[in-house]
């Protein structure tokens, strides 16, 4: 059973970066494709980025794609999304997920899931 756990949320002003984090425990953390996916009030919750396994293939909604970096350093057990360019329509809770199956950018592909961690981009 992998535990997961976001941090490095908070709130900040439309252009400026956050990093957020996610650590994992109690798995095998090599074995699992890591998303990140965020839902906003009244919103379902949607896809934002993608890293396999290795951390060699990405992918990112097209609503992200070159503001958000996702990597992982897997002998610290680490996910991290960098976000830069903030924009008001970030706002969300952002959620780490993990997946056994490899390739998966949906939410009901996820296995474990996280907390998640509140960030707010004002205007």
């Known amino acids: 059973q992998l535990q997961l756990v976001e941090s490095g949320g908070g709130l900040v002003q439309a252009g400026d970066s956050l990093r957020l984090s996610c650590a994992a425990s109690?798995?095998?953390?090599?074995?699992?494709?890591m998303g990140w996916f965020r839902q906003a009030p009244g919103k379902e919750r949607e896809f934002v980025a993608y890293v396999s396994g290795g951390g060699v293939s990405t992918h990112y909604a097209d609503s992200v794609k070159g503001r958000f970096i996702v990597s992982r350093e897997n002998a610290k057990n680490m996910v991290y999304l960098q976000m830069n360019i903030l924009k008001p329509e970030d706002t969300a809770v952002y959620y780490c997920a993990a997946a056994r199956r490899w390739g998966i950018f949906t939410s009901p592909g996820y296995d474990f899931w996280g907390r998640g961690t509140q960030v707010t981009v004002s205007s």
């Open positions: 109690g798995g095998t953390f090599t074995m699992y494709a």
